[in-house]
């Protein structure tokens, strides 16, 4: 509208257009393939992991280091008093601190969130130091003995607080430093709850159901394991388990018209997949994978074996998704596109689906590792990245 304005106004545009690069100063274009992405920066956060909106069109973002923030009306609120502790070190390499955070779909009734960190468990013994398994990446730190899991928590928005704080879910067992610990956080058409919880860098743990490490678990707004899960009963197995074999899962979305959950996986040296979450399915990891061990040992890929589910897509060289959802505004032409945030990929990653199978990618290039993604009320993206000088960033069609 103002674009057009201004050519309206042809005697004035000279004087104004110092004005409009000052205005535009924090703004940019990006492509796609179905045109411009105008690109406006609307806060700066220190490592944001997880976002969501309230029911009034406030956004809800976590800050890794154990902040919990408000955006509304153009300005960030100060972290929100009652935020549960979290075990958090400074840095980039740090994947634990508070991570997801997700709005019970009954919030108006129970104004409820729900929120996923890392805790810290007392040494009860003189600690031990983290072996260095040549079989994943660098940057594990041989020195950090913290004994971590990753937890699920409900609480009560009360204003600028959190009341009632009341853990639900816990991964089991804690292990020693390393990161995936997954935990994305989405509701499912019957109300319960996906939490993706990843391998901790452990490898083995994925295949054994005694655990919940390198499982999409399923579980109730109040913590319990819904009585149709796969497992429930089963000797030596978890109740809340719903699939397993699984890496690392920073990104999860609902697909809107067959109900499944589609998990976004990351692989280790190439083979990132995209996976549709079927009951009780063994996804193979990490005895299958189309990508090899970071010290370049081979990994039988799916193909070789037909006991494990294999993924609709991989990537290679990967994406590193983080952060999910299916498309449903009006403001672009993506309807039912799934649009994933990456960081390796360092901008968003668009699929066109029918049904369970990806027709089309495109690539929308912002050179910054993105953490999370969400669609506002109007129909535009919101997009965090992963920095200690992070941006929430608006984007919609140029020219709207």
């Known amino acids: 509208m103002r674009t057009r304005i201004w050519l309206r106004a042809a005697p004035i545009v000279l004087a104004v257009l110092p004005a409009l690069l000052v205005a535009q100063g924090r703004q940019e274009v990006v492509q796609s393939r179905t045109g411009g992405v105008r690109v406006e920066k609307l806060a700066t956060l220190e490592f944001p992991w997880g976002m969501d909106y309230l029911p009034d069109g406030r956004l809800l973002i976590t800050e890794k280091p154990g902040r919990l923030r408000i955006f509304a009306n153009g300005e960030l609120s100060e972290p929100l008093e009652g935020v549960p502790h979290v075990s958090y070190k400074a840095g980039q390499t740090e994947q ?28 009860t013994s ?52 390393r990161g995936h610990f997954g935990h994305r956080i989405v509701f499912a058409p019957d109300g319960t709850m996906f939490v993706t919880s990843g391998d901790r860098m452990r490898f083995d743990p994925a295949q054994d159901l005694g655990t919940n ?3 999409v ?24 388990i719903w699939t397993y074999g699984h890496r690392n899962m920073l990104a999860a979305a609902m697909h809107p018209t067959s109900g499944q959950l589609w998990v976004f996986e990351m692989g280790p040296f190439g083979g990132d997949e995209l996976n549709v979450i079927r009951r009780g399915r063994n996804y193979g990891w990490p005895l299958v994978s189309n990508g090899s061990h970071y010290n370049k040992e081979p990994i039988p890929d799916h193909a070789t074996s037909a006991e494990y589910e294999p993924p609709i897509r991989t990537w290679t060289p990967v994406i590193s998704p983080s952060g999910a959802l299916f498309y449903d505004g009006d403001l672009f032409p993506w309807k039912g596109n799934a649009i994933i945030g990456g960081l390796s990929a360092q901008g968003l990653v668009r699929l066109v689906v029918d049904d369970d199978r990806v027709m089309d990618e495109d690539r929308i290039i912002l050179k910054r590792r993105v953490r999370d993604v969400t669609q506002a009320p109007d129909g535009a993206l919101l997009v965090i990245t992963d920095h200690e000088d992070g941006e929430l960033l608006r984007l919609t069609p140029d020219g709207t």
């Open 126 to 177: 003189a600690p031990a130091k983290p072996e260095i398994d040549p079989r994943v990446a660098g940057g594990i730190d041989p020195q950090d003995a913290r004994l971590r899991g990753g937890v699920v928590a409900r609480a009560i928005l009360d204003g600028n607080r959190l009341a009632d704080v009341q853990p639900i879910w816990k991964q089991e067992p804690k292990t020693v430093a």
């Open 213 to 215: 490490l390198g499982k």
């Open 217 to 240: 678990v399923r579980i109730t707004r109040e913590g319990t394991a819904p009585k149709d899960n796969p497992f429930v009963d089963k000797e030596g197995a978890r109740d809340e």
């Open 96 to 123: 634990g601190g508070l991570l997801d955070v997700a709005v019970d779909p009954d919030f108006a009734n129970s104004r409820t969130i729900f929120l996923s960190y890392t805790e810290e468990a007392p040494q």
